[in-house]
């Protein structure tokens, strides 16, 4: 490989790279929500409240609001404006997404 060949697969290699990171900027684990209630912001990852773990709260027409199906011993709750896939037990918030008007 000629060194015009190698700084050249470089470049693109740094390209891919940087694109990347770019598209992982807008991933759902940085998206967050700021419950009202707490005044506390929550992001993926994070554990929610534990009034969020209520199965009274959690949100059966998933479908409807075009979710996608909750992870087994999760659900989805509304936290602020904003939908938030609950662990059940945990509190640990697996995913959140917008509201759909």
């Known amino acids: 490989m000629t060194l015009k060949s190698l700084l050249s697969s470089m470049v693109v290699l740094t390209c891919l790279t940087g694109t990347s990171l770019v598209a992982q900027a807008q991933t759902p684990a940085t998206q967050s ?24 709260l959690g949100i059966k027409d998933w479908k409807d609001k075009n979710l996608k199906p909750p992870q087994e011993g999760s659900q989805w709750v509304t936290i602020s404006n904003k939908y938030v896939m609950v662990e059940m037990e945990t509190g640990k918030i697996l995913a959140i997404a917008p509201m759909t008007h």
Do not use: F, M, S, W
């Open 33 to 56: 929500v700021q419950a009202e209630h707490t005044n506390k912001q929550y992001k993926v990852g994070d554990t929610a409240h534990k009034l969020y773990q209520d199965e009274r």
